[in-house]
C-alpha cells in the first residue's frame, strides 16, 4: 500500500498527499484526477501484477528444478513468450490472439528447455542454466529478424516494449484476475511443494502424485510469464531476486512463500517503475533496465555461491 501511494503520488508532476486525498474522497481539480486515476493508478496496477506475475513463476520453477538460478527471463520463458507476441503483433492481431501467442512461445521455451536440459539423464543445475542461455540466445535471434522486417513506424515502441516498458499499460484487470486465481490454485499445492522440492523421488514416495504436478507447474510458469509479458514486455530478473530474497527471511515453507512472492513481486516492480518514470523525469526509462540493474549482480553471486 506505501508503495502505491508513492507511485500515484511522485513523477514529473508531483501530488501532495493532501490532494491525493482529495481525489480518494472524489474531489480535488481536474487535473489531479485525470493524472491519478487515469494514468498512475491504472500503471501502477500493472506494474503491481506484473511484478507479482513474475515473481510467482521464478518461485515455482525454482520449486519445480530446486535451482535457485530458474527464472522466466534466464531460461528464454519470457523470449519465447515476446516472439510470440510480437508475431501476433505484426500480424495485425490484438487483444486476446496476442496473450495466447505470448503464452504458447512461453510454452514451447519450457517444453524446449526443460526437454533439451534433461536429454537422456537428468537435470542438472549447469546443464539446464546453460540450455535455458542459448534458447534465450535463439529467441533473441528471432526477434532481431521480427525487428529487422517490421515497418520503420513500428520499431520504437517495439524496441521499448522488448525492453519492459508500463507506459502503454492501463488494463490491469487482466493480469491481476490471473495473479488472483494462481495464487488460489498454488495454496493448496503448498505441501506438495514443499515435498516436490526435496527431489522426485522422496516425493513420489511421500505420496506425491509428481507427473502432474509438474506438468501443472509447466502450464503455470507458461501462463504467468505469457501474461507478464502481454502487460508490460520483457522484464528480466523479478523472478529470480524476489524469490531467493523470501527463502532468507521466510525460510522454505511454499504457503508462506508463494502469496509472498506475489506481494513483494508486485511491490518491486512498483518502485521500480515509479524510479524509472522520476529519475529522468519528465522522460522516462523503460522499467527493465532498473530491474536489471538490480537483478544481474544478486544472479552473478548465487551463480559464484553454488559453483
Known amino acids: 500500500m506505501a508503495a502505491m501511494a508513492l507511485a500515484v503520488s511522485v513523477g514529473s508532476v508531483n501530488i501532495t498527499p493532501a490532494a491525493l486525498w482529495e481525489v480518494a474522497l472524489g474531489r480535488g481539480d481536474a487535473l489531479a ?50 516472439v510470440g507476441a510480437l508475431a501476433a503483433m505484426l500480424a495485425g492481431l490484438g487483444g486476446a490472439v496476442i496473450s495466447g501467442s505470448a503464452f504458447a512461445g512461453a510454452f514451447l521455451s519450457t517444453l524446449l528447455v526443460f526437454g533439451l536440459a534433461h536429454g537422456t539423464g537428468s537435470w542438472t543445475p549447469s546443464r539446464l542454466l546453460l540450455t535455458g542461455v542459448v534458447v534465450a540466445a535463439g529467441w533473441g535471434a528471432v526477434v532481431t529478424l521480427m525487428l529487422a522486417v517490421s515497418p520503420v513506424e513500428r520499431l520504437p515502441g517495439m524496441l521499448y516494449w522488448l525492453m519492459g516498458d508500463l507506459s502503454y499499460a492501463h488494463t490491469p484487470g487482466y493480469p491481476l484476475v ?74 522454505n515453507d511454499q504457503r508462506l512463500i508463494l502469496p509472498a512472492c506475489a506481494l513483494a513481486g508486485g511491490t518491486l516492480l512498483v518502485l521500480a517503475d515509479t524510479l524509472a518514470r522520476t529519475i529522468i523525469a519528465p522522460e522516462q526509462l523503460p522499467v527493465g533496465v532498473i530491474t536489471a540493474l538490480l537483478g544481474v549482480p544478486t544472479f552473478l553471486y548465487l551463480l559464484y555461491r553454488s559453483r
Do not use: K
Not at 498454488?186 to 511421500?206: D, I, K, M, T, Y
Not at 507458461?222 to 531476486?241: E, P, Q, R, Y
Open 33 to 82: 484526477r485525470i493524472l491519478v486515476l487515469e494514468l498512475r493508478v491504472p500503471r501502477a496496477l500493472s506494474a503491481f501484477a506484473t511484478g507479482g506475475l513474475l515473481a510467482l513463476a521464478g518461485a515455482l520453477m525454482q520449486v519445480l528444478l530446486r535451482n535457485p538460478l530458474a527464472d522466466p527471463y534466464v531460461l528464454g520463458l519470457s523470449g519465447g513468450a515476446a
Open 178 to 251: 490471473v495473479l488472483l486465481g494462481v495464487c488460489l490454485l498454488a495454496f493448496p499445492l503448498g505441501r506438495s511443494l514443499n515435498v516436490l522440492a526435496r527431489g522426485a523421488l522422496q516425493a513420489a514416495a511421500l505420496g506425491v502424485v509428481v507427473r502432474p504436478l509438474e506438468w501443472t507447474i509447466y502450464i503455470t510458469a507458461s501462463l504467468l510469464t505469457a501474461m507478464a509479458v502481454t502487460t508490460a514486455g520483457s522484464i528480466g530478473f523479478v523472478g529470480l531476486v524476489v524469490p531467493h530474497m523470501l527463502r532468507l527471511m521466510l525460510g
